[in-house]
């Protein structure tokens, strides 16, 4: 089966660093853009940013441009989402979510379980 | 940057009936056009894509139309099940790539 599993929720201080991850499996990893979404405690759907594992090209929402960083491991079909400096306004969940053809821009068919962030003093 | 307007914010429906969700883009998306549906607690799943092919598994009740900047997902009879937030989203080359609109809560 095609799946991105994504890694637990975390609890942090404003200040400090995270990464969360996606494993894909079932497919070619390397083919398929990975694409980021958050979603604030009771509000809508924000595309964050996305990268193509193939060859690590990363376009980024101009909102969050700036405020995260995208990467990937081919070696591993792994996917990340990282902040240097949280902020309680990054509290939120956190999906990850694969196009439904390689190597397009496309709507997502397949989405991560979502990671909950949790940022507080 | 495309922004996606849905409407209304709130649908209140009765179960058997139709609803109609609309949708609009501040410039043209073409065709490429998605709707999800979310339940609480859980990931989005896509319904339809490419303004009007139901996704595997959608059960025909759903439907997508338009073209351009306006496009609407209708549910020709609601079931228990159908009721959840929806979101629209265009998907496009650079710079605008990805964009939600803020969702509409279809409600009983």
């Known amino acids: 089966d095609v799946q991105l599993v994504q890694s637990g929720a975390e609890v942090k201080k404003p200040g400090e660093s995270l990464k969360i991850s996606c494993k894909g499996s079932?497919?070619?990893?390397?083919?398929?853009?990975i694409g980021w979404v958050r979603q604030m405690p009771g509000k809508g759907l924000e595309w964050m940013g996305i990268i193509y594992p193939g060859d690590s090209d990363t376009r980024y929402s101009p909102s969050f441009q700036g405020q995260v960083t995208i990467s990937a491991d081919r070696s591993i079909s792994t996917a990340y989402l990282q902040w240097s400096s949280l902020k309680a306004s990054d509290t939120a969940i956190y999906y990850c979510a694969r196009p439904q053809y390689s190597g397009y821009i496309d709507a997502y068919d397949i989405w991560g379980q979502g990671t909950m962030v949790t940022v507080s003093s | 940057e495309i922004v996606m307007t849905q409407s209304p914010a709130t649908l209140s429906v009765s179960p058997g009936e139709r609803a109609t969700l609309s949708c609009r883009a501040s410039q043209s998306v073409f065709s490429n056009l998605a709707w999800y549906q979310q339940k609480p607690g859980q990931a989005p799943r896509l319904l339809i894509y490419a303004t009007s092919t139901r996704a595997a598994g959608v059960p025909a009740r759903f439907s997508g139309s338009g073209s351009g900047t306006e496009f609407t997902l209708t549910i020709s009879s609601l079931q228990s099940e159908d009721f959840a937030l929806y979101y629209c989203q265009q998907y496009n080359n650079w710079p605008s790539m990805y964009t939600f609109g803020q969702g509409t809560k279809l409600e009983i």
């Open positions: 079932g497919y070619t990893f390397t083919t398929y853009w």
